[in-house]
């Protein structure tokens, strides 16, 4: 096993001034976007992470002045601080949300683009932060951690921090299991670092596995080591909260079962089930019975946490990591048809007025989708919506990501998102 993690970075809780003295900037992007239950509008607004403390008080000044690098003209709006102070209000509850790290102990800063593990095909530049067409280094995490840890200051009432699968790097082989366990411990400890007074809720992802879609078989213990890595996280006892996420004896029940659990947010007044949607994909069905009960039961077991959210007037977000439709780019349906309609029945039919939202993953670009239980109704009755993560690798050569998300308690409701990117280019150059 290959040991490329320097663990004594996971305590530091930045390495900004370093990085400052070397003249390296680090671009990140606030993007607004309000969301409706039928429309969700992407607004972008500009907002760099600088050594200087001073910075925040001439952002918009700052700003206006480099609005080709970290402003989105077509917004039209150059002063995004009004919409955040707005946003981040004392009556909301906020949550870090990120997805797809891809966190790679074979990653190697000066290797090609070719997932950066060959040195001898070397690169013309040292890429420490992470390179496009490769997956995480552990420098690329901590900075992201940093970053949320620095904007947590904003957010009188955070929440949670939640990671909507793969964890993991691609191409790690099946005998590699000690590998993801590695893996799955660095980033929960690295959270827990920074954010030790919330809980922690992630989900499992395709490459979260040993081998690629392969799940655990009858008498595997991979969903017992899991969550001897993540319990204490998840159940957070220590944390200084008003409300219990979940019992310890609920949690084991379920995750041991098939990977998945339920837990309060928002101050108890909104349920988040973080649900194991590689039971339902076609890259990963089995015809044994062991499979085939896991996926039907998961189902059934939705049911009834939506049927007690409605008995006891919560509204319940859904997260995991493949979601339900197409695969754009392959071209390929993404789950088997069946648990498709009874998931879509689920959410835009019996308990539509329960669902405030869906959070998946796995593509690594930022979209939406919009369900409709009825193609003839266009209203917003009988619907729902799934966000869409981007991803914080940069594998599929996109910028690493991470959002800020706002409940409002009151509402039960998404209220809005912030997103934020780091700049590879101004990072590595």
């Known amino acids: 096993m290959a040991d490329n993690f320097d663990y004594n970075v996971l305590e530091k809780t930045s390495g900004r001034n370093g990085r400052c003295s070397r003249s390296t900037i680090l671009v990140f992007v606030l993007s607004v976007t309000v969301i409706a239950l039928v429309v969700v509008i992407a607004v972008t607004y500009g907002k760099d992470l600088q050594c200087d403390d001073k910075y925040h008080k001439n952002h918009a000044h700052n700003r206006s002045k480099n609005s080709s690098k970290i402003h989105n003209s077509t917004t039209g709006n150059k002063n995004s601080s009004t919409i955040h102070n707005s946003t981040a209000s004392s009556n909301s509850m906020s949550f870090f949300l990120f997805s797809d790290v891809h966190l790679d102990p074979y990653y190697k800063a000066m290797a090609g683009n070719d997932f950066c593990r060959n040195e001898s095909k070397p690169s013309t530049y040292n890429a420490s932060y992470g390179r496009t067409g490769c997956d995480s280094p552990l420098r690329l995490l901590l900075e992201g951690l940093d970053a949320m840890k620095e904007h947590a200051h904003n957010l009188p009432n955070l929440d949670f921090v939640m990671l909507s699968g793969d964890t993991c790097a691609h191409r790690i082989k099946t005998d590699r299991k000690n590998v993801v366990l590695e893996i799955m411990n660095t980033t929960s400890k690295a959270v827990k670092l ?27 213990t991979w969903y017992s080591d899991l969550l001897n890595i993540w319990q204490d996280a998840i159940l957070c006892k220590h944390c200084n909260m008003s409300y219990q996420t979940t019992t310890e004896a609920e949690l084991r029940k379920t995750f041991l079962y098939g990977g998945y659990y339920s837990v309060s947010i928002a101050g108890g007044n909104m349920t988040l089930l973080v649900l194991n949607s590689m039971y339902w994909t076609s890259s990963t069905w089995r015809p044994d019975d062991y499979f085939q009960e896991r996926a039907e039961k998961q189902i059934k077991w939705i049911e009834e946490q939506l049927q ?10 859904l997260t995991s990591h493949i979601p339900p439709g197409i695969d754009a780019y392959a071209g390929k349906i993404l789950w088997l048809s069946n648990f498709t309609d009874l998931y879509m029945d689920l959410v835009t039919n019996k ?17 939406f989708r919009f369900l409709q239980a009825n193609k003839k109704d266009l209203s917003y009755k009988n619907s729902s919506y799934i966000l869409l993560m981007p991803s914080l690798s940069p594998v599929y050569r996109n910028n690493p990501n991470f959002r800020v998300v706002h409940l409002d308690p009151g509402l039960r409701a998404i209220k809005d998102y912030e997103q934020w990117y780091m700049n590879l280019v101004m990072a590595t150059g």
């Open 308 to 317: 007690l959210a409605k008995s006891t007037n919560k509204k319940v977000i």
């Open 351 to 367: 308990f539509s007025e329960v669902v405030a939202g869906q959070i998946y993953a796995h593509f690594h670009k930022d979209s």
């Open 194 to 220: 920074r954010f030790p007074d919330i809980p922690y809720f992630p989900s499992i992802g395709n490459n979260d596995i040993p081998g690629h879609y392969v799940m655990p078989a009858e008498n595997d």
